[in-house]
């Protein structure tokens, strides 16, 4: 028979030494212990073998053993000796490990080996992190008693399946926050059950892997179960949520930077979205208030949310991660949510203002350049809208006819439009990133850089080609309309990039948590 070398020892009675058998004294139980301790250490598994000889008179040849009830158990085993195999970890586990502590995830180790060869395994991995000792190893090299010690001066522990039967939920909790690495040895299906119920309730989002029938429980009740694609069960990948074909713990930190990478790209995409969508209703706002000339034409708004915003907003999808990605801590999925209250202030409050004062001012310009002055505009629109008035006096005291009226007004509001397209522009580059600055980021997203280039040749096109801007009831631009949009565009990428600086430099801060959209 063979398992566990404590197990297979308890059950003997004798060793064999060579051809003798001896009675398994106290002092061979410790020489046995100290054996396979020692290859434990070295992150061994090791397993302890024993048989036991049947005698003929109770055990006849053709004696029906009951599975339910086995009474030769009674008899007493011989202890026959150790086997060590070596079964180490991938090369790639120790650096996921890293990585994934320095991206905020907690790596706990739950196993059914021998505690010291859990915990040697541990350290060669990371799971225990160098310099942070257990209790046992800190009163070695003070040496003193474990008993006198004071068990918070410990950053890691090893903890057994048998101590961890006699906690309570509540000391389970304790022991999960007390310790920075965790390592649960020797348990069962059911303690690793309980474990990944106390992570849960501490409000953490637990992923667990796993390849056998004994882990199927833990991989059930985790909000991840990730079973092994090769060495796993059938029963392991059908409760798993997640089956790695490559059975590679390293896989699954590329799988959290693919998500983290979506999310931020999906966040982008909002932020860039709603810019323009806000700034279009800011401009109605405006209209019925101060009931100045139509700002911008229904046709305008379409052709600048489904035509020019498509190829950007697409091209945000294909954005590589941010370098920091996996430097930043999880997000709490109560909290940090697609659209937050951080993610409405930026695009209500801070964008849309910069770019629907960029749509007004051009607005206004071109007014201007035709000789009226902004303040002589307001409630002005019902008298500017009507047919039967051709006789309307401009800042300078000339009439305007309403046919000459129109004409004005549709270039006003393409010189709006223009200028939303250019806000627009620099709204997409400023999206790339939400941390880093863009410098940083670089222009690696082809995607994006047509898009960039197809933005304005599309705007230009509409504007300039006959037919095509009357349908839209466009007007061709003057130059000064376009200088108008220039300094708002460049204006929005300088502000967007101190966001981002200060983001970087005043982490834990108002200001940072404010502006971390």
Partial sequence: MKGAPERILAMCTSILIGPDEYELTDIWKRTVDDVYTEFGSLGERVLGFC??????????????????????????????????????????????????????????????????????????????????????????ERCVNVEDLDPSIAKAVVVIG?????????????????????????????????????FQRQGHVVAVTGDGVNDSPALKQADIGVAMGITGTDVAKEVADLVLMDDNFATILNGVEHGRQIFDNLKKLIRFTFADNVAEMYCYWVFIILEVPTPMGTLAMLLLTSGMDMAPAVSLAHEKAESDIMKLKPRDPQKHKLVTAQVLSYSYGQISVIECASGFFAYFVTFICH???????????????????????????????????????????????????????????????????????????????????????????????????????????????????????????????????????????????????
């Fill in 371 to 517: 000789g009226w002055y902004p303040l002589d505009l307001i409630h002005i629109q019902s008298e500017w809208d009507s047919d039967s008035i051709n006789d309307l006096e401009d800042s300078y005291g000339q009439e305007w006819a309403y046919s000459s009226r129109q004409r004005v007004g549709f270039q006003a509001q393409t010189a709006f439009f223009a200028a939303l397209v250019l806000c627009q522009w620099a709204n997409a580059v400023a999206c790339k990133t939400r941390r880093l600055s863009i410098f940083s980021q670089g222009l690696s997203n082809h995607f994006m850089n047509a898009a960039l280039v197809m933005s304005p040749i599309v705007a230009c096109f509409f504007i300039y080609t006959p037919g095509c801007n009357t349908a839209i009831n466009f007007e061709p631009l003057r130059w000064e309309s376009w200088v108008a949009c220039l300094p708002f565009a460049v204006l929005l990428f300088i502000y967007d990039e101190l966001r981002r600086f200060a983001v970087r430099s005043l982490p834990g801060y108002w200001v940072s948590q404010e502006f971390n959209v």
């Fill in 51 to 140: 048989d036991c000889r049947l005698p003929l008179d109770q055990y006849p040849p053709g004696h029906v053993f009951d599975p339910d009830n086995p009474d030769f158990l009674k008899l007493g085993f011989r202890f026959v000796g150790l086997m060590s195999m070596i079964d180490p970890p991938r090369a790639a586990v120790p650096l996921a490990v890293s990585k994934c502590k320095s991206a905020g995830i907690r790596v706990v180790m739950l196993t059914g080996d021998h505690p010291v060869t859990a915990k040697a395994i541990a350290r060669s991995v990371g799971i225990i992190s160098k310099g942070n000792q257990t209790i046992e190893e800190i009163a070695v």
């Fill in 162 to 198: 048998s101590e961890l039967s006699c906690m309570t939920s509540d000391e389970l909790d304790i022991l999960l926050c007390s310790y920075e690495d965790i390592v649960f040895a020797r348990t069962s299906p059911e303690q690793k059950y309980l474990i990944v119920e106390a």
